[in-house]
């Protein structure tokens, strides 16, 4: 049998593109990085509210904050650092500064409660952290409970130059009062930690493939939030997969990519962050997508050649007035992830824009790109592609045993971006990682004649809101905390907006229990997009004999609720 009658996906690869990857080109990201700031000197790397910085700028600034962090900081190899920050020029700055300086990300959500903070910063065992002063005041409240010994507040338009940086970071303080009060006295300002490693080197430190890049929180297939282990070697893997499998179709030093998914999402992250570096491409970095009005004119000043993003914001930016008289010509490559492309929405993208929207699949666990379609798609598949480079997958049965085609199972990763495990969590590793090397997903698929995956259900009761992971033992050990709960189950239920939707199902303690009292609850101990959309009450809750909550029977039945408005429609 030849290697394309064994894989047959094989014959689906673009012309040209190589079904491996060369993992010698790189020993790090940190070796992507430099190599990039060598060729691409003088082109612009990001820009951020009209400000662009070069890889001249990138080089310089983050060889700055790498020589604090260790020669100020006094922080070792292999520390941890966290970065708290939305997309601004920072973000990169720093990004790059923690890695050159031989020290592992982790990547943060501003938007999380203390709750969440305070157990990400715990787990990983940070020293350090960037964060943007509008979220400072959630540091603050578990900074004590913390191993973080150097806290680094910056604001929104520090790296914006004279007089800009000067106003904006005025309006957001004073006329937008969106900096609320914190005391932070040991923090220093981010560009005082630049000038304090202004004119110095970063200690020379051998950075190799297996040394940790990133710790990536996620819930994983199951359970409580828990750092994947991402090694150089992965993220560089996966940056050469993306790139070889573009191939033709981006050229170097050419590309203009607009980045609205936070690089703190690994999507972003390795997608356009680490695969536009190293062709010397421009991101366009996007502060705000939810202001759409500012989104679409943010889109006009630029010829943009390359999007990503997830289902709801090609959604949102189709249905924004305005769009549609943007010039797409340029446009080439529109690639969604995170979540499912809607049939409906891949259309309208296509019809407006005139540029297939093409669909990748993956998880944070491997870096996060497994699966893609063509990039020379000219229309919705519903398939998630065929996997990418040096990349293997299966559909395997509960017993591990590789199904033939057609046949329903789980979806089994095997690559070089699989992640080393989860941080101080051997149990979880071995229970997600087979000896073997296959990444179980947790995702019910199967493959076609052609060898192109589809995603048939979810094995893991994850729900997946506009590309961000929420897991339902989370949200019910917080509602649960509640005086007035008795019995809580969370479940996702579709939602044309964000793809699924939390709902919630109580049994109450207090029959003065409101869906009021449930939302303030859970708006004070979870992020935005983790809170309940549906509330129900019910008498007693669905379970097996030895009383396990059955889940699907909550999402299947029909739904007697209280629905929570979008915030726009919320009364203020």
Known sequence: MSTAQAMPWLAQYPAGTPATIDLSEFRSVAEVMTRAFDRYRHRPAFVNMDKAMSYGDLDRLSTQFGA????????????????????????????????????TVVNTNPMYTARELK???NDSGAKAIVVLENFACTLQEVLAETPVKHVITSAVGDLLGFPKSLIVNFVVKYRKKAVPPFSLPQAIQFNDALARGKGQAIPTTDIGPEDLAFLQYTGGTTGVSKGAMLTHRNMVA???????????????????????????????????????????????????????PGFVKELGKYRFTIITGVNTLFNGLVNTPGFGDLDFKPLKLSMGGGMAVQ???????????????FEGYGMTESAPVATVNRPDTKEYTGSIGVPAPSTELSIQDDDGKLLAQGEV????????????????????????????????????GKMDERGYFYIVDRKKDMILVSGFN??????????????????VAA????????????????VK??????????????????TGYKQPKIIEFRTELPKTNVGKILRRELRDAPTSVHRVPPKEDRPS
């Open 119 to 121: 157990h990400q910063l």
């Open 509 to 526: 303690k207090d029959p003065a229990l409101t869906v009021e009292d449930v939302k303030a609850h859970c708006r004070a101990q979870l």
């Open 470 to 487: 929420v897991y339902p033992n989370e949200i019910e050990d917080v509602v649960a905390t509640h005086p007035g709960v008795l019995e």
């Open 491 to 506: 479940v996702g239920v579709p939602d044309d907006k964000s793809g699924e939707a939390v709902k919630l199902v109580i």
């Open 68 to 103: 604090y962090l260790r020669n100020t900081l006094g922080l070792a190899k292999g520390d941890r650092v966290a970065i708290m920050l939305p997309n601004v020029l920072q973000y990169p700055v720093a990004l790059m500064g923690i890695l050159r300086a031989g020290l």
């Open 238 to 292: 996966n940056m050469l997969q993306v790139k070889n499998w573009f191939g033709p179709n981006v050229k170097e030093g050419e590309e203009i990519i607009i980045t609205a998914l936070p690089l703190y999402h690994i999507f972003a992250l390795t997608c356009n962050c680490l695969v536009f570096m190293n062709v010397g491409g421009m991101n366009v970095l996007i502060t705000n997508p939810r202001d759409m």
């Open 343 to 357: 049939r409906a929405v891949a259309e309208k993208w296509q019809q407006v824009t005139k540029c297939a929207l």
């Open 409 to 444: 199972g789980e979806i089994c990763i095997r690559g070089p971006q699989v992640m080393k495990g989860y941080w101080q969590r051997p149990e979880e590793t071995a229970k997600t990682i087979t000896a073997d090397g296959w990444l179980r997903t947790g995702d019910i």
